[in-house]
């Protein structure tokens, strides 16, 4: 019988080129030439591991490994032992541990080759995923215990039954997502999240979201690059697939994390919905359920623990900060009675907007010109203001659950009890005397976000709005083939010309297809999350530490840090309508607080 075989290294991919020129030949034109074109589903199949070919004979029947040939019978034993230690000699070595993702570190065993035959003799290396494993599911039965690997695959098939639904409680929500945490025993999803989308209570679809079967024709436009996210016929994965092709390689591996899909029963949902209803804020309960109508929801790491799935002797804190755009625009094609944009920021004006529909109580001190300054002093400030009126910017967590901040609307003001409270949940962190620890705490939050320059990543991606949404939203009503409604509304009222966007209808149907695209990236990283985790740690683990870590001189203390960049949703395109209508509300709403102000200044002018 001949026999070809194929090593791990080299030798897999150099099997035409192999010295047995002639076995070669045979494996490529008698063998293959009767094998199906279907994979094989025979061990050995995968590049990378010891495989062997069973030759057929011209009657279809596999020959059978048979005793040495005569050509050893005559050498003596001397030959034979030379012969054995040849073989040796040419033995494989052993095949290289490859590690699953661990962590941030991305997964050193991602694909392997396959061979696959075709009918006419051809030999096709062909790359697939492998699926890896980082934990065991147990399972007791009959005084047996048996551990099985689970998967850990960007579609991680475990079914969640409805008993499953105690095991996950209420963390907080955004407009489209419900998100819960993890506080049962197993080890499948210890230190994980869920992340659930919601429905409408009025029966509308979410403000404009993708299909249920993925991309609409347009949004196929914008992110044609993207194959695999065009091809993708399912509204949830298309999510996932944005977060890990378009937003992780622009703010960086390391500081995001996707995720994975998790398929789960409607049963599954239905019960999440009646636990959890009463753990909501009542304004986000009458405004959205859980839709029931999905198959799958988003499993993600907790990034309020620092060790995902392990037992954790030191306490965690969490800090999550919605930054808010970073920058004032200077776009050409802002209407001139609007031209305060580029010296007010976004987040100032729509907080009076906020405070006008009694969403808040009152205005942040906030500005995120100072978060992201890259200066200590203007970071550290902007912290404090974030501290003082948190509203639902600022939160934190002590080992995942929420201890400053609110759920879902936020708190407004930090009250003298509330800090106190705080003040007394620091102390296992942060080992300093009472009525310090608060501003240890701001200090080491200021310090970490200055040190670890990620909000530089974010302001990059975010300056991709180079048109704002009043020049942008002229291309999108060209991309979707409808007279520009801008446009008419601007010669209806008369208040600017429409002369100077003839330009954005001109340009080129790509350059138009690139400025959408680049706003709606934009509008992910204007409204993005960072989530900052703390443990206090010694000097000589530090340094040894694979996390980073900062010395806070004021407290004498160590820290290692993660920062992680969260809440990365594709935006629809369909919402540049919604964005231009929000645009327009809120700078109405200041400048007529600015005229508001005049008057009563002109008045105590008079008075005076």
């Known amino acids: 019988m001949e026999r070809a075989s194929s090593s791990s290294s080299e030798s897999s991919t150099s099997m035409a080129s192999s010295s047995d020129h002639q076995t070669s030949h045979f494996v490529t034109s008698s063998m293959l030439s009767r094998t199906s074109s279907s994979s094989s589903s025979a061990f050995g199949d995968y590049i990378g591991t010891e495989s062997c070919f069973d030759i057929l004979e011209e009657n279809g029947v596999v020959s059978a490994p048979t005793r040495p040939s005569n050509r050893y019978r005559y050498g003596g034993r001397r030959r034979e032992e030379r012969e054995a ?26 694909w392997v080759l396959k061979r696959v035959v075709t009918s006419d003799g051809r030999l096709i290396l062909r790359e697939e995923k492998v699926r890896h494993h980082e934990y065991f599911r147990a399972h007791r039965a009959n005084g047996r215990l048996t551990l099985h690997l689970v998967p850990l695959d960007d579609d991680m098939e475990i079914g969640l039954e409805p008993k499953d639904a105690v095991d996950w409680s209420y963390r907080g929500e955004g ?4 998100v819960l945490a993890y506080t049962g025993s197993s080890p499948s999803f210890l230190g994980k999240m869920m992340r ?33 996210l065009v091809s993708c016929q399912n509204k949830e994965i298309v999510e996932f697939l944005f977060v890990k092709h378009v937003m992780r390689p622009l703010l960086g591996h390391k500081h995001v994390n996707p995720g994975m899909r998790l398929l789960v029963a409607k049963e599954f949902l239905e019960s999440v919905e009646n636990i959890v209803t009463s753990q909501r804020p009542s304004w986000r309960a009458d405004a959205a359920s859980v839709d029931t109508n999905r198959n799958s929801v988003l499993l993600m790491d907790d990034l309020t623990l620092f060790a995902h799935g392990r037992v954790e002797d030191k306490p965690c804190l969490s800090v999550e900060i919605k930054p808010k755009c970073g920058f004032l625009p200077s776009s050409s094609f802002i209407a001139e009675e609007n031209v305060i944009k580029k010296s007010i920021t976004r987040f100032e004006m729509h907080q009076v907007l906020k405070l006008h529909d009694n969403e808040i109580s009152e205005i942040s001190e906030y500005d995120p010109l100072d978060l992201f300054s890259g200066s200590k002093d203007r970071i550290h400030k902007a912290i404090r203001a974030l501290y003082a009126t948190p509203q ?17 609307g936020g708190t407004c003001k930090t009250t003298s009890k509330v800090e106190q409270d705080f003040e007394h949940l620091l102390k296992d962190i942060i080992k300093t005397k009472d009525g310090s620890r608060a501003n240890h705490f701001i200090e080491l939050v200021a310090e970490t976000v200055y040190t670890s320059g990620v ?18 939203v002229h291309v999108y009503y060209d991309l979707i083939n409808q007279p520009c409604r801008v446009c008419k509304e601007l010669e209806k009222s008369k208040t600017s010309s429409t002369s100077q966007f003839s330009f954005m209808h001109s340009i080129p149907m790509a350059e138009k297809v690139n400025v959408l695209k680049e706003f709606l990236i934009s509008a992910t990283a204007k409204d993005c999350s960072v989530m900052i985790s703390f443990r206090s740690t010694d000097a000589v683990i530090s340094r040894s530490s694979s996390h980073s870590n900062l010395h806070l001189e004021s407290a004498k203390q160590e820290f290692d840090y993660k920062v992680h960049f969260i809440d990365l949703d ?6 540049m309508e919604v964005y231009y209508e929000l645009d327009k509300k809120i700078m109405n709403t200041y400048l007529e607080m600015v005229k508001k102000k005049e008057a009563r200044g002109e008045r105590r002018a008079q008075r005076q």
């Open 85 to 110: 230690r040849a073989a040796a000699a040419r033995e494989f070595p052993p095949l290289i541990p490859l590690l699953a993702q661990t962590e941030n570190l991305l997964p050193h065993m991602p």
């Open 175 to 178: 407009a489209v997502n419900l």
């Open 196 to 228: 659930i989308q919601k429905m409408p209570n009025d029966g509308k679809e979410d403000n404009g979201n993708t299909s249920g079967n993925g991309l609409t024709s347009h949004e196929k436009v914008i992110w044609g690059e993207c194959k695999e």
């Open 392 to 408: 639902n910017n600022f939160r934190v967590f002590l080992n995942g659950s929420l201890v400053f901040g609110g759920l879902g």
């Open 455 to 472: 909000l530089d990543h974010l302001l990059d991606v975010q300056k991709l709005d180079k048109y704002n949404i009043e020049g942008a």
């Open 570 to 575: 594709m935006r629809p395109l369909k919402k």
